[in-house]
């Protein structure tokens, strides 16, 4: 309350502009010509030969990339292929592949492996999936750990300190 009381009366005292350069320690010339000089001193480092020309090759390399990924067919695209990659096909029965009649060399051609198929192995469940499920969850739960420990750490480091 008693530094509200001060300004104001500095304020009322000498002026705005002398409040002014009292609150800022300096007065309006002085900074003005310092936010030129830092204006004119970004300036030069843009138009620096070396920074422009990475700028245009990161401009051609990300408009390459752009286009790549348009001709791809875009990310439900890249997702299908990245899905086939992961996951096993499933084995297609003889029948599937050819139904009854549409067989190559007409109706005498028949596949039989085994029994009447009471003994043939059961094809074995996809694990990856579920191994890729378990390990997203093993990852988010050491993140969200390492966050409380941080926290906790800060914590008591502060009331330590302060």
């Not at 390399?61 to 348009?70: D, R, S």
């Not at 579920?130 to 420990?149: H, K, M, N, P, R």
């Amino acid at each position: 309350m008693i530094a509200g009381e001060t300004e104001m009366l500095w304020a009322d005292h000498l002026g705005d502009a002398s409040y002014d350069d009292f609150l800022f320690f300096g007065n309006k010339e002085k900074r003005e010509a310092r936010k030129a000089a830092r204006k004119a001193k970004r300036a030069e480092r843009r138009a620096d030969p070396k920074r422009i020309a990475r700028k245009e090759k990161r401009k051609v390399f990300f408009k390459k990339l752009g286009k790549a990924y348009e001709d791809l067919g875009g990310g439900a695209a890249i997702g299908g292929a990245i899905d086939t990659l992961i996951r096993k096909p499933e084995p297609m029965s003889v029948s599937e592949q050819f139904p009854t009649g549409n067989a190559p060399g007409g109706s005498d051609f028949s596949v039989q492996l085994g029994d009447d198929g009471e003994d043939t192995p059961k094809p074995k469940k996809n694990t990856t999936q579920t191994l890729l499920i378990a390990g997203g969850v093993v990852v988010v739960i050491t993140v969200v750990g390492l966050v409380i420990y941080q926290g906790q750490k800060n914590k008591h480091i502060g009331s330590i300190s302060g």
